[in-house]
Structure formats: structure tokens, C-alpha cells
């Protein structure tokens, strides 16, 4: 007789986060678009198709949250209704934006998308789900090298945005794990 096993045991607070981040990042979707319907300036073309590359870059990592909880036999809460009451993101403005002012906020949330991130790595540390700290890192490196390229849209000014959190330090009992593969982003069409 065969033993199931549920891999979800003993890891509700990975789960949790995991759906934390199904929110946010869906909610950020949400608003990056916003901002890319909505955004006015000179350089009007090259910030209307970076801002579309952001929401594509989201999409896939919600799909990832959502498939990690699935693979750990959970379900995930990935309604907008459930990403508005969940994400702890305030509310884009609902006007047309200068560039400069629509990069400054899609900035301000990809930076706390980041801290966040850097919190469920932290979860996932200690309650030893490796995997899952794989993936929360894979999306740390992409949002924190967003969020460079925003605060290079902004130049001088985005002197006044806090930078991005570091990773999560390994304590120092742990040795470190080999990095894993880099993730295949599909061709764009």
C-alpha cells in the first residue's frame, strides 16, 4: 500500500506568502498597466513599451506563484477581487501621468514588491522549503533589475526613491546552495 504524501504539511506559512505574492504581483500587473495606458511625455513610446514588458514579466510570475501553491497542494486565491483585498499596494492614480510621475510610482511599488519578496525568501529560510526560496529569489532579481531600469528612466531624481532590499542573508549554520538554472522566459512573439 502506497503512502501519499502531502507536501503542503508543516508549510502553511510558505503558502501564505506564496498567495501574498499571487496578490501583489497581480495587483502590480493591474497598475503597470494603468501607468502604460495612462502615461504622457516626450518619450512617451519608449516608456508605454517598458512598462508593457513589466506587466508580461508579472503575468509569468503570478502563473509561477500560482503553480508553486498548486504543487505544494494548496489552493491559490488569484481573483482580482481577492488581489485587491489582499495586496498591501495603494491605489495607482486613475489620471493621465507625466512619464517621470508614472515611473516614480510603478517604481515606489516595485520597490515594496521587493521587500516583500525579500520577507517570503526569509519565510521560506526557515521553514526549509528550498524550492520555493528558489523562486521567490528568480523574481527578486527580476524586479530588483526592473526597478534599475526605472530608477535609470528617472536619473538624478530617483535619488529620492529608497533602493531596492538586498536578499535575504543565509544564516551562516546553512551553507550556501549552487544557483540553480537561470528560468527559459518564452521567445516573444
Known amino acids: 500500500m502506497a503512502t501519499e504524501t502531502n507536501p503542503q504539511v508543516g508549510k ?12 501583489l504581483s497581480a495587483d502590480l500587473r493591474s497598475q503597470v498597466k494603468q501607468a502604460h495606458w495612462n502615461v504622457v511625455g516626450e518619450n512617451f513610446i519608449a516608456i508605454h513599451k517598458l512598462l508593457d514588458e513589466l506587466a508580461a514579466t508579472l503575468l509569468l510570475q503570478v502563473d509561477t506563484y500560482a503553480e508553486r501553491i498548486r504543487a505544494l497542494q494548496a489552493v491559490p486565491r488569484g481573483t482580482a477581487r ?11 492614480p486613475l489620471t493621465e501621468l507625466d512619464e517621470a510621475e508614472a515611473i516614480r510610482a510603478v517604481l515606489e511599488r516595485y520597490e515594496q514588491y521587493s521587500g516583500a519578496l525579500t520577507e517570503a525568501i526569509d519565510t521560506c529560510d526557515k521553514s526549509e522549503d ?9 523574481a527578486q532579481r527580476d524586479v530588483d533589475l526592473q526597478a534599475y531600469f526605472l530608477r ?11 533602493p531596492a532590499s538586498k536578499p535575504a542573508a543565509r544564516p551562516a549554520s546553512k551553507p550556501a546552495r549552487a544557483a540553480s538554472k537561470p ?7
Do not use: C
Not at 528550498?130 to 528568480?138: G, K, L, P, R, S
Not at 535609470?152 to 529608497?162: E, N, V
Not at 528560468?183 to 512573439?189: F, G, I, L, N, T
Open 12 to 23: 502553511p506559512q510558505v503558502v501564505v506568502q506564496l498567495n501574498l505574492m499571487v496578490a
Open 82 to 92: 481577492e488581489a485587491a483585498k489582499n495586496s498591501p499596494l495603494k491605489e495607482f
Open 152 to 162: 535609470s528612466h528617472l536619473g538624478k531624481s530617483a535619488r529620492t526613491a529608497r
Open 183 to 189: 528560468a527559459v522566459r518564452p521567445a516573444k512573439k
Open 130 to 138: 528550498m524550492t520555493t526560496q528558489d523562486v521567490f529569489i528568480e
